[in-house]
C-alpha cells in the first residue's frame, strides 16, 4: 500500500515533466516558425538586405550595452576621485603669505 502523499508527488513530477515536455515542443515548433519566416523573408525583394541590417542592428546593440554597462564603473570611480579630492581639499589649508616690503639699499 502506498501512502497518499507519494502518489501525489509522483502525480505532480509527471505532470511537471508533461509541462516540461509540451514546452519543450512548442518552443520547437516556435523555433521552425521562425526560420521559416527568415527564410521566406531573405527570398523576398530586398529581404536579404533587411536581415543583413537587423543582424547588424543587433551587434550595435550589443556593443551599445556592453559600453553602458562600463559606465557604472567608470561613475564609481569618478564619485571616489572626487571624495579623495575632497578630502585633500579639506586637508590643506591654504595661509595667506605675509607680504614684506622691501628696504630699498641706498
Known amino acids: 500500500m502506498t501512502s497518499p502523499m507519494a502518489s501525489t508527488s509522483r502525480g505532480r513530477k509527471a505532470a511537471d515533466e508533461?509541462?516540461?515536455?509540451?514546452?519543450?515542443d512548442f518552443v520547437g515548433r516556435l523555433t521552425d516558425a521562425g526560420e521559416e519566416a527568415l527564410q521566406r523573408i531573405t527570398e523576398?525583394?530586398?529581404?536579404?538586405?533587411?536581415?543583413t541590417a537587423f543582424?547588424?542592428?543587433?551587434?550595435r546593440v550589443d556593443d551599445l550595452s556592453k559600453k553602458v554597462r562600463g559606465i557604472d564603473e567608470l561613475e564609481a570611480r569618478v564619485s571616489k576621485l572626487e571624495k579623495e579630492l575632497a578630502s585633500l581639499k579639506r586637508g590643506t589649508t591654504t595661509?595667506?603669505?605675509?607680504?614684506?616690503?622691501?628696504?630699498?639699499?641706498t
Open 95 to 105: 595661509t595667506p603669505r605675509r607680504s614684506t616690503t622691501r628696504r630699498s639699499s
Open 18 to 24: 508533461g509541462a516540461r515536455r509540451g514546452q519543450k
Open 55 to 59: 543582424n547588424d542592428l543587433r551587434n
Open 44 to 51: 523576398l525583394p530586398g529581404g536579404r538586405r533587411a536581415v
